[in-house]
């Protein structure tokens, strides 16, 4: 399965951004899908997750209630709707597959796919 990041950009703080991952060669159905950030300068962090039904979430503290992650498995595609977007989520984004359960999604270790990154900067 190859993993397709797209829809980063630069926005001003306060504003919004969706991020898309698309599957290719293969179903995303089976999979919970994670998004994952690395600033300049800093480790990649888990950002957030969604289960293989799309019917779960869970997100670090600092995007709760601003972030929001989907998954569509007819269209074997995962979303990151981001609102509100703030200096500090500069970063590239990642998306990433894994079967793993939920204590397990923020270990990088843990995954199978990972998609290119794209950039999202938040700049005034």
């Known amino acids: 399965v190859q993993l397709q990041a797209y829809g980063g950009g630069l926005v001003q703080p306060g504003g919004s951004l969706r991020l898309s991952c698309a599957g290719s060669?293969?179903?995303?159905?089976?999979?919970?899908l994670s998004w994952f950030r690395q600033a300049p300068g800093k480790e990649r962090e888990f950002v957030a997750t969604?289960?293989?039904?799309?019917?779960?979430?869970s997100y670090i503290d600092s995007v709760k209630g601003r972030f929001t992650i989907s998954k569509d498995n007819a269209k074997n595609t995962v979303y990151l709707q981001m609102n509100g977007l703030k200096l500090e989520d500069t970063a590239v984004y990642y998306c990433?597959?894994?079967?793993?359960?939920?204590?397990?999604?923020?270990?990088?270790?843990?995954?199978?796919?990972w998609g290119q990154g794209t950039q999202v900067t938040v700049s005034s």
């Open positions: 060669g293969g179903s995303l159905r089976n999979y919970a």
């Open positions: 969604v289960n293989w039904n799309g019917g779960s979430a």
């Open positions: 990433a597959a894994t079967r793993t359960v939920l204590s397990g999604r923020s270990d990088e270790r843990n995954y199978y796919y």
